[in-house]
């Protein structure tokens, strides 16, 4: 399987994805070279993707994840057109689990600007459930903040508060973490929003999405056999290594470099 981020936070995705499917081979690839996507045009977004999917589809996948929030909002139903293999992506699972999840039908959004800007959570909420009022705001600062020295900060709990105003003016009672960075200050959410808001984020549902699917084209692995992973990165692969385990929860060994030349070569 391959999974695929502008960065680290899609190791988010991946620690749940092995422990959902500990018997699935797993290779993750993260454009460090180009992150981040969030404050990126559409269409950049968009070629990116595709050379990284296609990159993918190459080595041999069976199915991708898309674990980008900014990636899945710009380009799912094209890469869905464009692949033989079948691919996953974060935001129709957060958008049904926030539907089911939300009681007053008030959901609030934090997420990237491209993610934003796309609509795609609107468009996929309001498909489920025309009643349910989506909320959503842009949050710049979160991701350096969330990949910096110190992503527990004071700083990071008065970028938060400061995001957070609007959906409480909004009387939200379920929020959906709309980037994959953003599992990783999930404390700090919790408790600007209080126990009474409910967090939704992708990596939990996304995973299951991808047990489900692999499950329904029987193309799993036996589960008596287990999976191996490895981590591909256009970036610096000791920053990836030393910063990665933060996001995986778990030690990452080797990571080898792909360049972006051999991206742009995979979506000829």
């Not at 995705?13 to 018997?23: A, D, F, G, K, S």
């Amino acid at each position: 399987m391959g999974v695929f981020d502008s960065g680290m936070g899609g190791l988010t995705v991946l620690h749940e994805c092995l422990v959902t499917l500990p018997h699935e081979d797993f290779v993750y690839l993260g454009d460090g070279a180009r992150l981040p996507y969030g404050p990126r045009p559409l269409d950049e977004i968009r070629r990116f993707v595709r050379e990284i999917a296609g990159y993918l589809e190459g080595q041999g996948v069976k199915l991708i994840v898309a674990a980008c929030n900014s990636a899945t909002s710009a380009a799912l139903p094209e890469l869905q057109e464009l692949l033989e293999v079948p691919i996953v992506g974060v935001i129709t699972p957060e958008a049904h689990a926030a539907v089911q999840a939300t009681r007053n039908r008030r959901v609030g959004l934090l997420a990237t600007q491209a993610t934003v800007s796309s609509r795609r959570y609107e468009e996929l909420v309001r498909a489920l459930d025309a009643g349910v009022r989506l909320s959503a705001v842009p949050c710049p600062r979160l991701v350096p903040l969330i990949e910096s020295d110190d992503p527990f900060g004071e700083e990071t709990t008065l970028a938060v508060r400061e995001y957070a105003a609007p959906l409480k003016a909004a009387d939200v009672d379920t929020v959906i973490l709309g980037c994959t960075h953003y599992p990783l200050i999930r404390p700090i959410f919790q408790r600007v929003f209080g126990r009474g808001v409910t967090l939704v984020f992708s990596a939990e549902e996304t995973a299951r999405e991808a047990a489900e699917t692999l499950a329904r084209k029987q193309i799993e692995n036996a589960e008596g056999r287990e999976g191996s992973y490895r981590f591909l990165t256009t970036g610096d692969p000791e920053q990836f290594r030393e910063m990665g385990a933060r996001f995986l929860q778990l030690p990452i060994d080797a990571v080898e470099v792909v360049s972006l030349a051999e991206l742009e070569k995979a979506a000829a």
